[in-house]
């Protein structure tokens, strides 16, 4: 039997399909330039106006957009909520996939999956890290006008009124380590929407202090603070110090055993990346690698470093890869360890 009959068949069909599957395949050859070019992508700020988190994501939001191929414009949009963990909710489950949609997360939000929050409604591991700014180191501090609280050892055995965000925030979670792990005393006073508040209810006295500060947002946003003496800076929460705080004690140096370097280890990793970029997931592999590069690029661009300069605002970056791996790897630390970690972080029932 000869073959031609099925030959024609062939044609046929392709001459019947191939219009409606043309748009597919160029949908598939479409480069990163190609599709942003054009364009708007929405950065979600998953904190209020005005905090650091805020500071850092309107400042990528300005220089971004030079550096992603076509050249799309960025608009910056505050999210906030739970510390962050609406927006991480919302860019996991409901923001579009293709790219258009970035988050500036909290730092914490990436281990609250691990330690089994409730509000964590999705899979760190299968988001897409795009950079962070900053390689932070974070400090507790008090308002000196209506805390006695001096010294770390101070903190340790005074009860302390600190502010809180809720969910995933440093503000919150940091003061549950350093209880559980420490037995500090501090108290949380939640309801804050982000740091901006805090140091608002810091100077109206409705707290004394707080925690999970960047120092990076405390030398930008109230250099003032600390020349004159109104806030006191008590201990760093990093895994290694700040240049500018020699004297300051490190909370890995109270660790009383080897569990406790293993806890105040894998929640004080997070500051590695301290002010993280994020993509939703499925967004196309070349197009991740492109806001990847765009990103690293946009940290290193010389009108971006000259306004975090004149606003003494950190940049220290870190790549989108490094951030990627170092979830990952969070996430195969002992099951033990992990437990009892996210017990802490809870706080107390």
Known sequence: MSLFPFARMG???????????????GARAQSPADFYKGKSVDLYIGYSAGGGYDVYGRLVA??????????????????????????ANFLYNVAPKDGLALGALSRGA????????PGAQFDAAKLNWIGSANNEV????????????????DMLRTQVLMGGSGGAADTDQFVHVINGV????????????GGNEINLAMERGEVQGRCGWSWSSVISTHPEWLRD???NVLVQLSLTKHADLPDTPLIMDLARSEEDKSILGLVFARNVMGRPFVAPPNVPADRVAALRKAFFETMNDKELLAEAQKTAIEVNPVPGED?????VDAYKTPPEIV????????GPM
């Open 11 to 25: 044609a046929f069909a392709a001459a019947l399909l191939g219009p409606l599957l043309a748009p597919l395949a």
């Open 62 to 87: 300005r220089h971004l957009g030079k550096h992603i191929p076509g050249n799309p414009t960025v608009v910056p949009r505050n999210m906030d909520g739970a510390g962050s963990l609406r927006l």
């Open 110 to 117: 990436a281990f609250d999956p691990l330690f089994g929050s």
């Open 138 to 153: 974070s400090v507790c501090v008090v308002w000196t006008a209506t805390s006695d609280v001096r010294t770390v050892d």
């Open 182 to 193: 420490l037995g500090a005393k501090m108290k949380l006073i939640l309801g804050y929407p």
């Open 229 to 231: 003496k109104r806030v």
């Open 323 to 327: 951030i990627q791996k170092l979830v």
């Open 339 to 346: 437990k009892k970690t996210g017990e802490i972080l809870k």
